[in-house]
């Protein structure tokens, strides 16, 4: 399934022995996964694992005659959601299978799946709270740290105001854990909440959520297999996302499908491609226009779908007849004929399937880039089909999950938003008073709005208070799960975490923020433990949830999440309030009883069918669901579709079986069927927005209708459907204003359960915004990086005009023209782009951390095309300087000499830190928690670009200056 790099290979070098479990010769892949304890068989992903690639360690194996149980867990690492079974004697985790019976991994795990384990051995683990005093880790009691964080909180928001404390979640917390982090945001006063997704997908999310209504992936992993064609644009699965690669290469095979690779780089996803494509970094847009010019030029697109489904294409037309193969070859580089050609496979070929992932998010023009994906799915009448979609490959194992219970400063969980009746909905299911939550927060008008995301919180630390958008700038951040070594421009984020009065990481590892050695206090790491010492659920790519059974306690003084956030909230004095209905034992809060709470709560997305009970009674009978379709075929989930994948409508009584496929309208809404959302009105300029002669099969109404209201169903004289506790409910919330009361805002679900009745979505059936009028460019257009090498293209397609959002100021167009005024391009001549590698995740200190992962790269690097290489004088494997063109940034990593990356282009992996500016960190790190692996983050030298509508940093291309260390 992976395939060995063919052009080169990273440096590798010897591990200190004082870093490693021992060193020995290169062992078999047998011999790794015998010795990791694990078995051998069925590990399709580690299959080309080359054996030179690793040295041996010493794994501690079963304890003879110790009776040993198993207990199923999910991967804590990317997205796919693989299944890991556990062998525990006397509490401790001794051996490991995969999943055979997963309908999602089916037995197979990849590197890092394989070595999860090592997680709960703590070898490079926080083992209890510590504190930094004058550059010194001290080890304190948990008593002592909850006192005096929570004294210092309180004492910020005496003088600075609530909003002056920073909420950093996490996309590895559970589903609960997620939202009771966003509860307590909620409960503390602010906005000022976050998680990775606004470093990963907030584009996507926003993209896709304003085409056809919902910000997520409409098919799955597995639905990929009835794919006739396969197109993977800024996504490489083969190293992000491994276990995927196997229902990726199974639909290529099977259907003999077209698999197009469309990157600038050319990675181990696209070695198994039919038609690789290499474009200029931050052309997307006019590559995808480039493929629709073909499509609309030969007439290929689906009218009819168009027609009935999709509002605004006209207007797309209109763009996509500038962008001429001549035009788009001059922008990207591109031939016309390569994209005639997959145009061509595109539509002869269907339904094909568009796959993204960061290296499409990731840019100034993040969510019109989605959006052009998404138009292109659209005109060929790909959307609501099995095979077809838009597989949005999310990043960490609960990123999905925790973006909808909302770890995001524009919404509170389920996207309600943060206007007024999205405040008073949560307040009727918290049950407190919506004047008193009001007056939490500094202001109403602060309560509504939008915070400060991730991805610019130094500059809410730094910025004049006079050019901030709420009181005062940020004092504090609590720092849960996130790495700080993944947002850009961090020499900036250094001088803000200076800055700050304290500093707080909850974290199994320290984390980069930990080992900046010019913050010499004010610092607390509070030991939080892994995702295998607790339970709950989280939710995978596809929607599907999962639920993962505690392993082993939490090892050494670590707690988890639940427990965390219950001491907070006690020592805040609101944890009785915000605990009213979460049973809490001893200071841990039940998961089970959170999710309940969703249950009632998260009715806009459909997380509401999917109780602790459901999603347990799957992850038993895993074996009855098909491999390819995921729906139970027998047994007690027979009909219902693996972890219920959201929207699960009504009541877990009502046996809502999931939608596997979103906006599938051959399907009963009660069999997983559905409608592109109604969430923008029912016209726009005398135009309908709503369907035009489609429906999901069985509809009592066949044509587009809006979204249910107590006022539509008394339309529809269905309102006699409700029962006597629905209208009691319903009138509670309603009072005067009853018609008002909708779908999402009926805490009863009897407006849901009615519309299901009679076979209709509750949300409405709308047509697909091809034209999206409230965001920046309404049909997207193309526009230059802020650090282009192009400068003969930045007045006819130049960056967006200077402007404020999210409390910030946020420059585009005067940054992007000051760089071409001072000639930043030839003096920084290289572009640089990013990405992931399959030894490591995220920031990596977690996996750089783990013995077996270490041993497979050892040293940060940076990617130059063979010719560039020689020019310069570079060597492979030698040291070079990489020089950003902000803040003396620069970067000192070993050299990777290849063709994989062409001329002019630099690539650099994102999962390194500790080291900064060519000196080592180790010695910054809590004695003992240093990671095995250090070395330069890339985004030491990324620079100042952000997309308009989410603030999404630009990663992936920016410039460089490479030179001999």
């Known amino acids: ?55 041996k360690a010493e794994a501690a194996g079963p304890i003879p005659g110790a009776e040993t149980v198993t207990r199923k867990n999910i991967c804590t690492h990317c997205s796919v959601g693989c299944t890991v079974i556990a062998e525990i004697q006397n509490g401790v985790w001794t051996g490991q299978e995969p999943g055979w019976e997963s309908p999602i991994s089916q037995g197979t795990h990849c590197a890092k799946g394989a070595s999860v384990r090592e997680l709960t051995t703590g070898e490079r683990r926080v083992k209890y709270p510590l504190k930094l005093e004058n550059g010194e880790w001290k080890r304190i009691s948990w008593d002592q740290a909850i006192e005096e964080i929570g004294n210092k909180l309180m004492e910020i928001r005496q003088k600075s105001g609530p909003d002056s404390v920073f909420w950093l979640g996490s996309a590895k917390f559970s589903n ?78 099977r259907n003999r499908a077209p698999f197009i690779v469309i990157d600038p780089r050319f990675t181990r996803t696209a070695a198994h491609a039919t038609e690789y494509v290499r474009i200029r970094p931050g052309t997307d847009i006019p590559v995808v226009w480039g493929i629709l010019w073909h499509v609309f030029e030969q007439g290929w697109e689906d009218k009819e779908y168009i027609r009935q489904r999709v509002y605004g294409m006209d207007q797309v037309r209109a763009e996509v007849k500038k962008w001429t193969p001549q035009e788009v070859e001059r922008v990207t580089g591109v031939p016309g004929e390569q994209l005639k050609r997959v145009a061509e496979a595109m539509a002869k070929n269907r339904p094909s399937t568009l796959i993204w992932c ?10 019109a880039n989605v959006r052009a994906f998404s138009i292109l799915q659209l005109a060929l009448g790909n959307i609501g089909i099995e095979g077809g979609g838009a597989n949005i490959y999310r990043g960490h194992c609960n990123v999905q999950g925790a973006t909808d219970f909302g770890l995001d400063v524009s919404t509170l969980p389920s996207y309600y938003g943060l206007a007024e009746g999205a405040w008073k909905h949560f307040c009727r299911v918290w049950e ?31 910025i004049d208070r006079k050019d901030l958008e709420q009181p005062d700038t940020l004092k504090a951040m609590m720092c849960f799960g996130h790495g700080g070594n993944t947002v850009t421009r961090m020499p900036d984020m250094v001088k803000g975490l200076e800055k700050l009065e304290l500093l707080v990481i909850a974290d199994p590892h320290p984390t980069t923020f930990a080992a900046i050695p010019s913050r010499r206090g ?71 009883d959170i999710l309940r709470e969703i249950n009632r709560s998260c009715l806009s997305t459909g997380y509401t069918g999917q109780s602790p009970e459901r999603l347990k009674l799957h992850m038993k009978h895993q074996a009855d669901f098909d491999k390819i379709s995921m729906r139970a075929e027998s047994g007690p989930c027979k009909g219902e579709y693996y972890g219920l994948p959201w929207p699960c409508w009504g009541h877990p009584e009502l046996k809502h079986p999931g939608s596997a496929i979103l906006y599938d309208t051959s399907k009963h809404v009660m069999e997983g069927g559905g409608v592109f959302r109604a ?98 460019d309404p049909v997207p257009i193309h526009r230059e990086p802020i650090y282009t090498p192009r400068k003969d293209l930045v007045a006819q397609y130049p960056a967006i005009p200077d402007r404020r959002d999210f409390r910030l100021p946020q420059l585009a167009k005067s940054l992007q023209a000051s760089v071409q005024d001072k000639d930043i391009p030839a003096k920084f001549p290289f572009i640089l782009t990013s990405g992931r590698l399959v030894e490591y995740e995220g920031g990596g200190e977690e996996t750089r951390s783990n013995r077996w992962l270490a041993e497979l790269q050892q040293s940060m690097f940076a990617e130059i095309n063979t010719a560039d290489a020689q020019r310069l004088g570079i060597r492979n494997d030698g040291w070079v300087w990489v020089y950003g063109p902000e803040n003396n940034a620069k970067a000192k990593v070993r050299a990777l000499v290849t063709n994989r990356v062409g001329p002019g282009t630099v690539f650099m992996p ?30 030491g030298v990324t620079t100042y670009g952000y997309d308009p509508v989410t603030f999404m940093q630009e990663t992936k291309v920016t410039l460089c200056r490479v030179e001999p260390a």
Not at 18 to 40: D, I, M, Q
Not at 439 to 448: C, H, I, Q, V
Not at 566 to 584: E, P, Q, S, W
């Open 910 to 939: 994102f999962h390194f830190s500790g080291y900064w500016q060519g000196e080592s960190l180790r010695g910054a790190y809590p004695p003992g928690t240093d990671p095995i692996v250090l070395g330069e983050p890339c985004n």
């Open 679 to 776: 969430r923008f009105g029912v016209e726009r300029e005398g135009v309908s927005l709503l369907a035009d002669g489609s429906y999901s099969k069985g509809s009592e109404i066949q044509d587009g209708y809006p979204e249910f209201t107590m006022a539509v169903l008394k339309k529809l004289g269905w309102d006699k459907d409700l029962t006597a506790e629905e209208m009691r409910v319903i009138q509670a919330i309603g009072g005067d204003k009853i018609d008002e009361v909708s779908w999402q805002t009926d805490l009863s679900m009897g407006i849901i359960r009615v519309a299901l009745k009679h076979g209709c979505s509750p949300h409405g059936n709308a047509k697909a915004r091809a034209s999206a009028w409230n965001l920046p």
């Open 358 to 367: 960061m290296g499409a998010t990731q840019k100034t023009v993040g969510t």
């Open 432 to 462: 407190v008073d919506y004047e008193w939550m009001k007056g939490r927060f500094a202001s109403k008008e602060l309560m509504e709005a939008k915070g400060i995301p991730t991805t610019r919180w130094f500059d809410a630390v730094l």
């Open 176 to 253: 609960e854990g997620s939202y009771l982090f966003r509860k307590l945001a909620a409960f503390w006063g602010t906005n000022n909440v976050d998680h990775q997704a606004r470093i990963c997908h907030s584009t996507t999310v926003a993209g896709v959520a304003n085409t056809w209504g919902y910000g997520a992936m409409t098919n799955s992993y597995n639905d990929i297999q009835n794919s006739k064609c396969l197109v993977i644009i800024g996504g490489n699965p083969a190293e992000a996302h491994p276990v995927s690669m196997q229902h990726m290469l199974r639909g290529k095979e």
């Open 522 to 592: 004010g610092t607390y790491i509070l030991p939080a433990c892994t995702q295998f010492e607790t339970d709950g659920s989280r939710t995978c790519s596809n929607r599907s949830m999962q639920w993962g059974e505690k392993l082993v306690e939490p090892i050494f003084e670590s707690k988890d999440d639940y427990t965390i956030i219950y001491l907070l909230a006690k020592k805040l004095g609101f944890a009785d309030d915000m605990f009213k209905h979460i049973t809490v034992e001893g200071t841990r809060p039940v998961p089970e």
């Open 1 to 55: 399934m992976l395939t060995k790099r063919s052009s080169g290979t990273a440096p590798r070098g010897h591990l200190k022995r004082s870093l490693t479990a021992g060193t020995g010769e290169g062992v078999s892949r047998r011999g790794f996964l015998h010795s990791s304890g694990l078995a051998a068989g069925g590990m399709a992903a580690l299959s080309a694992l080359p054996a030179a690639m690793i040295r």
